[in-house]
């Protein structure tokens, strides 16, 4: 079975500079996609960015990137320039080109500090 | 462009009552449907997903339900509450796993 793993439970940032969050997972499979999902206090999740399996490029929509490593099974979220409005949970994502169910890693909180 | 709906928004129910969640989904057709629970501070917990009107899978074995009568509702029932069901629930919709989109939650409180 495919996991999901985030091994920082709570992170904090100064606004304006910028912070990398880890994930990694398990999987036999070689097709998949990957998220990070971001949940704000009002709790909506909301998709920040996703990748390919497939493709080496890494993901980037504006000030959110990430370092997709297939062979390491590691995917990290990488913010720039942090504002205070991405303070909240933060969810690494999985699933399998042909598998049906999503499997989110446990989380991570972060505090980004005027 | 597609929109997900939940009600209610907030919910506070004594143990023992009864309970139905809904969530339409505008905008797509056939698409997956998820129910998810939410502990405080906590990851989420998948309940039961569908891949068609009347298909169900369930995850965990508990107190709860779903059903799916039509192809954008989703329904998370239970005949009789426990305080142990008190959380957040999340509904979530896929289409050809690019990606999963969320509704924006219901927070239920059991007394």
């Known amino acids: 079975a495919q996991t999901v793993t985030q091994s920082q439970p709570e992170m904090s940032v100064q606004e304006a500079e910028t912070v990398t969050l880890s994930c990694t997972y398990d999987?036999?499979?070689?097709?998949?996609?990957l998220f990070w999902y971001k949940q704000p206090p009002s709790r909506q999740m909301i998709l920040v960015i996703r990748?390919?399996?497939?493709?080496?490029q890494n993901a980037t929509e504006n000030r959110f990137s990430v370092n997709f490593q297939k062979a390491a099974k590691s995917f990290s979220l990488k913010i720039s320039d942090s504002q205070l409005g991405d303070t909240a949970m933060y969810f690494c994502?999985?699933?399998?080109?042909?598998?049906?169910?999503?499997?989110f890693g446990p989380g991570t909180r972060l505090s980004v500090l005027p | 462009s597609q929109t997900i709906h939940q009600w209610p928004a907030t919910l506070v129910q004594p143990v023992g009552s009864p309970l139905s969640l809904e969530c339409t989904v505008e905008?797509?057709?056939?698409?997956?449907l998820y129910w998810y629970r939410q502990a405080a501070g906590r990851g989420l917990q998948l309940l039961f997903y569908?891949?068609?009107?009347?298909?169900i899978s369930s995850e965990v074995p508990q107190n709860l339900s779903a059903s799916r009568p039509q192809d954008r509702q989703f329904i998370l029932s239970s005949k009789k509450l426990l305080l142990s069901d008190s959380g957040f629930y999340l509904c979530?919709?896929?289409?050809?796993?690019?990606?999963?989109?969320f509704g924006p939650g219901t927070r239920l409180l059991v007394l």
């Open positions: 979530a919709w896929s289409e050809r796993r690019e990606a999963q989109y």
């Open positions: 999987t036999s499979e070689s097709n998949y996609y």
């Open positions: 990748q390919e399996a497939y493709k080496q």
């Open positions: 994502a999985f699933i399998s080109l042909y598998g049906q169910n999503f499997v």
């Open positions: 905008g797509t057709s056939n698409p997956n």
């Open positions: 569908s891949v068609g009107i009347g298909q």
